[in-house]
């Protein structure tokens, strides 16, 4: 399979050319066909046999597989998928209250970044993925959940940091020759790489953006985001406030909230200060559990102050429901088997 070309990735006209097609209309029937979650070629009745033979000989359509299945009782599902090096990662599907589907996929396998909070930081990085590896966890999903609504870039991994992969899969997912998924339905999240901000602000894609805030108190956030050193947040502010300006965009500010640590009438104040000027919505986030970690969910009460601090002061705030939790599928979970380490 190694030798094979793989497709997912590739819009008609890249399908045309590493294929040699002819004639050019076959490289959108492929694309579409991918699209729609075809998994062989033989699928594709409207390509003739002999081509379908010639293409099974020099291509694949999926460089990734499924490896183990998940489901919450509350709906959510986990798929652990393995890539062609027998490295894994993990993708996630949430379905909210009104049942929006949501694709929450990985963009690397493992983070260099080491949130404190985050299982997924334990890890280390094992390697950027590809863009093909990036539809086939929305495809994957897409197979197993039906037609999904959003994509979210809130998996394994910092997306400023494969941005250009990122860049490539959106342009496949949203191509209209295929899944036609709106860029106003897929977000990036990222802990606060300044330069990637800027980049996304003037190269796009034009998606949502969310930033990982967890807390604006400098010397906290240090401690449990170590990317604050070069990301200091009077800075990560003016790049916030410039993608603002130069999208049109309102940006979410996420915070894992950590009973004791941020979760404070001063931790509030902090954050409202850091708000303030700026079209910004707050999605806050109780800490989902990890066994490995240091910290402690805050109570319901806890939350709720937090919450009435922020909405005093003017803030847009949704308290985000826990989901998935039990199957190791919530945020900051991702990465819990043991069979996935990049150490």
């Known amino acids: ?10 819009t008609p006209q890249e399908i045309n050319e590493a294929l040699s097609l002819s004639p050019a209309f076959r490289g959108k029937q492929i694309f579409k066909w991918i699209s729609k979650g075809a998994e062989s070629f033989d699928e594709m009745t409207n390509i003739d046999k002999a081509t379908r033979l010639s293409l099974s000989e020099k291509a694949v359509i999926f460089s990734s ?3 183990k299945v998940l489901e919450d009782p509350d709906g959510t599902v986990k798929l652990q998928v393995t890539l062609h090096d027998g490295r894994m990662i993990e993708t996630v599907l949430l379905t909210d209250r009104d049942g929006r589907k949501t694709a929450c996929v990985s963009c690397q396998a493992g ?5 404190a909070f985050c299982q997924t930081g334990t890890l280390g990085l094992g390697r950027n993925l590809s863009a093909g590896e990036i539809v086939e966890q929305f495809l994957h999903l897409e197979k197993k959940s039906g037609v999904l609504d959003n994509i979210v870039f809130m998996g394994m991994g910092e997306p400023m940091q494969n ?3 990122i860049r490539k899969a959106v342009a496949v997912l949203s191509d209209k020759e295929g899944r036609n998924l709106s860029t106003r339905r897929i977000t990036l999240s990222t802990c606060g790489l300044i330069k990637g901000i800027h980049e996304l602000a003037d190269e796009g894609p034009q998606v949502r953006l969310a930033v990982s805030l967890t807390t604006a108190d400098p010397e906290l956030r240090e401690k449990l985001m170590p990317v604050t050193k070069g990301n200091p947040l009077p800075e990560l502010k003016k790049a916030i406030q410039y993608y603002i300006e130069k999208t049109g965009k309102r940006v979410t500010l996420e915070a894992a909230l950590l009973s004791g640590q941020n979760t404070s009438r001063e931790s509030a104040r902090r954050l409202i200060d850091f708000a303030s000027g700026m079209d910004v919505y707050i999605n806050l986030i109780p800490w989902n559990p990890v066994a490995t970690l240091p910290f402690t969910t805050p109570s319901s009460s806890e939350c709720r102050s937090f919450v009435q601090e922020l909405e005093k002061a003017g803030l847009k705030v949704n308290l985000r429901m826990r989901r998935g939790e039990k199957i190791g599928g919530a ?9 996935i380490s990049f150490e």
């Open 331 to 339: 945020c900051g979970q991702l990465g819990s088997s043991k069979a």
């Open 1 to 10: 399979m190694d030798e094979k070309i793989s497709l997912s990735g590739m």
């Open 111 to 115: 983070c260099a970044m080491g949130c």
């Open 65 to 67: 597989s499924v490896s």
């Open 163 to 165: 941005l250009s992969a």
